[in-house]
T-cell receptor, first 110, second 115 residues
Framework: DAKTTQPTSMDCAEGRAANLPCNHS???????VYWYRQIHSQGPQYIIH???NNETNEMASLIITEDRKSSTLILPHATLRDTAVYYC???????????FGQGTTLQVKP | DTGVSQDPRHKITKRGQNVTFRCDPI?????LYWYRQTLGQGPEFLTY????????KSRLLSDRFSAERPKGSFSTLEIQRTEQGDSAMYLC?????????????FGQGTRLTVV
């Protein structure tokens, strides 16, 4: 499984877009990019995933570079409830196993 | 469907005792995963099942740990002769096997404290 690199922490103003970067330069062709988040003392929550194309759902958008070596998770209008640790994971669709790193702690401020 | 359910939510045990945790996955999901999370760290993969078959075990899963998934439904994780280093949150997740990436749903976890 490819290793991912994320900033340790980020701040975002409430109502503004939060853009969370992730590097996964060793990602292989069959590995997806997954994003999960974890609010304190809860289990991780799935946000979005993608292989090559950009993806959007009701929670967020995922932008993957053409070379697939990095991606950005976009929360279009961050709220205080979006304060959490965000994990970017490059994982195989064969096993579904997720290798979590340290993640990015996003603090949304009023 | 109420999602992935774990029981108990909290467990305090004395060092050397055995503990068992239960996970009930989402009913139509054939894959089930166990993870462990210590304070300030991301979850670490322990093992996973496809139906009743245990297909992969992490090196983190010492011989004091055993997991089962009889009949491919609920799963149990047992820790024998607990040690203080076993104190952690134990998370269970389930998913459906698809060819388009796998979205996993996590339970709320069982927090184990070994005293």
């Amino acid at each position: 499984d490819a290793k991912t690199t994320q900033p340790t922490s980020m701040d975002c103003a409430e109502g503004r877009a939060a853009n969370l970067p992730c590097n996964h330069s060793t990602i292989s062709g069959n590995e997806y990019v997954y994003w999960y988040r974890q609010i304190h003392s809860q289990g991780p929550q799935y946000i979005i995933h993608g292989l090559k194309n950009n993806e959007t759902n009701e929670m967020a958008s995922l932008i993957i570079t053409e070379d697939r070596k990095s991606s950005t998770l976009i929360l279009p209008h961050a709220t205080l409830r979006d304060t959490a640790v965000y994990y970017c994971i490059a994982g195989s669709s064969n096993t579904g196993k997720l290798i979590f790193g340290q993640g990015t702690t996003l603090q949304v401020k009023p | 469907d109420t999602g992935v359910s774990q029981d108990p939510r909290h467990k305090i045990t004395k060092r050397g005792q055995n503990v068992t945790f239960r996970c009930d996955p989402i009913s139509e999901h054939n894959r089930l995963y166990w993870y462990r999370q210590t304070l300030g760290q991301g979850p670490e993969f322990l093992t996973y099942f496809q139906n009743e078959a245990q297909l992969e075990k992490s090196r983190l899963l010492s011989d004091r740990f055993s997991a089962e998934r009889p009949k491919g439904s609920f799963s149990t994780l047992e820790i024998q002769r607990t040690e203080q280093g076993d104190s952690a949150m134990y998370l269970c997740a389930s998913s459906s096997r698809t060819g388009m990436g796998t979205e996993a749903f996590f339970g709320q976890g069982t927090r184990l404290t070994v005293v």
